[in-house]
């Protein structure tokens, strides 16, 4: 190898490490914030809930499905944390397909003031479930139903324990 090659093949070399450096310092290594969410850092592995609803294990690769996940909620540090996502889904849709029950073909009005709203919280004063009613507008995540028994009825078919889980999970 004579100099002028060794000069452009070192010329090479320094646009390779301009490139490593811009790679290493990419989002993707950023690693774990104070005050946010737990992403997973490049080649680290995270669980997740597939569309069959099985845990799966994979290692982050800073893609597109790896970013879907995330944006969407679905990637977990831990196998149990994605046990539990699962089962507080599965409950969430138990809870709406009761309350489109309960409501017998009515549509829930926002407009309509004297139409009541029926919810499910969980009161920490009592750790207790309790239910209680709107009539003018909905919170974000909640679910409502028009019969006044909602309460009992979910707790009857659905489970108490179930839905304080869901409650305290904030889904």
């Not at 450096?21 to 490049?42: A, D, T």
Request: with cysteine.
């Amino acid at each position: 190898m004579n100099k002028q090659e060794f000069e452009n093949k070192i010329e090479e070399l320094e646009k390779q490490i301009e490139e490593l450096k811009k790679e290493v310092n990419s989002p993707k290594f950023e690693g774990i914030k104070k005050g946010v969410r737990w992403q997973p850092i490049f080649g680290q592995h995270y669980f997740y809930l597939d569309d069959r609803g099985i845990i799966r294990c994979v290692e982050w690769q800073y893609d597109d499905d790896d970013l879907f996940r995330f944006n969407t909620g679905n990637c977990f540090k831990t196998e149990q944390e994605a046990i539990d996502f699962k089962e507080n889904l599965l409950t969430k849709q138990q809870l709406k397909d009761l309350a489109l029950e309960l409501n017998n073909g009515v549509e829930i009005d926002w407009d309509y003031d004297n139409q009541l709203k029926f919810y499910i919280y969980f009161w920490r004063f009592e750790q207790d479930l309790v239910q209680d009613d709107k009539i003018s507008y909905p919170d974000i995540g909640q679910v409502y139903c028009l019969d006044e028994n909602f309460l009992t009825v979910a707790k009857n078919r659905i489970g108490e324990e179930k839905l304080i889980k869901l409650i305290k999970s904030g889904i």
